[in-house]
């Protein structure tokens, strides 16, 4: 049995909230982030053992939106969960950044877009995407696709 129309959306709205594991692995592993000799050693051990593991979870999260099983939905409840903590890991990073000396920006090595930090804009549209995926599941996706 294939997804509905509407589940494929939802299908698709999560692959693109999805990214949101794999682009710290292709934007930090240089000398902004990883590479970067100012960074204490373990620091740099504790990074690549985060981009692991989020490129995993990234590659884990599509296998549970697309592989064929029915019913789907408990499988797509299971990447909103997972990227859902990640999403909210991220929120909670920024919202707390004083209390740990930390910087949401450092200008050498990341843009601004309208004058945003490229971090909270794009989170800002990774979200965005994610609760609209979430709505859209729960008004559009009906009891008989449910099951």
């Known amino acids: 049995m294939s ?3 509407n589940i494929r959306v939802v299908q698709i709205l999560l692959s693109v909230t ?4 794999f682009g710290p692995a292709i934007r930090d592993t240089g000398h902004s982030h990883l590479l970067n000799t100012e960074w ?7 990074l690549m ?19 064929k099983k029915s019913p789907k ?13 990640n ?7 920024i919202a707390l950044v004083r209390s ?10 990341h843009m601004r877009i309208f004058g945003i930090d490229e971090n909270v804009f794009g989170f800002t ?7 609209v995926a979430f709505v859209y599941l729960r008004t559009r996706v009906t009891a008989s696709e449910r099951a």
């Open 3 to 5: 997804p509905s129309a």
């Open 87 to 93: 999403l909210v890991g991220f929120w909670i990073a």
């Open 18 to 21: 999805a990214l949101e594991f």
């Open 125 to 131: 549209i990774l979200t965005t995407i994610y609760v």
């Open 49 to 67: 053992w985060l981009l692991g593991f989020m490129v995993c979870s990234g590659f884990a999260n599509l296998y549970f939106i697309w592989r």
């Open 40 to 46: 204490v050693g373990h620091a740099r051990v504790h």
């Open 73 to 85: 939905l408990p499988d797509l409840h299971l990447s909103f969960i997972w990227q859902g903590c």
């Open 100 to 109: 740990y000396g930390g910087a949401i920006v450092d200008l050498r090595y």
